[in-house]
């Protein structure tokens, strides 16, 4: 059984930080691309991708809006990936997907996505 579960959300003012982390298990790690989505309070049906990065080869994906922000990163021996958000900005708040697709594109695409976690809260007041 695959498992996706993600750790870290919160509440921090504008321009602070938080770190997500996301642990995988059930699948290859290092055949996957793992990454994670936001979606937006009132937007339940709209999750928006805001980084990914291969295990295959340590390529990364970000969403224009969170470049220079955000930084993903991978540890393929804990089965591992992160995301440090920093400069944090109020529209960020949200609920973080953790997600793993068996694909690669140019973009970090729903479409894609084989598994997902439950999701973690993040918060950010002015």
């Known amino acids: 059984e695959v498992q996706v579960v993600e750790s870290g959300g919160g509440s921090v003012q504008a321009g602070g930080s938080l770190r997500l982390s996301c642990v995988v298990s059930?699948?290859?790690?290092?055949?996957?691309?793992i990454g994670w989505f936001h979606q937006a309070p009132g937007k339940e049906r709209d999750r928006e991708g805001v980084?990914?990065?291969?295990?295959?080869?340590?390529?990364?994906v970000s969403a224009d809006s969170v470049k220079g922000r955000f930084t993903i990163s991978s540890d393929n021996a804990k089965r591992m990936v992160y995301l440090q958000m920093n400069k944090l900005k109020t529209e960020d708040t949200g609920i973080y997907y953790c997600?793993?697709?068996?694909?690669?594109?140019?973009?970090?695409?729903?479409?894609?996505?084989?598994?997902w976690g439950q999701g973690t809260q993040v918060t950010i007041s002015s």
């Open positions: 059930g699948l290859i790690f290092n055949d996957y691309t």
């Open positions: 997600a793993a697709a068996a694909v690669w594109g140019r973009r970090w695409r729903i479409e894609y996505v084989g598994f």
């Open positions: 980084s990914c990065i291969s295990n295959v080869d340590g390529r990364t």
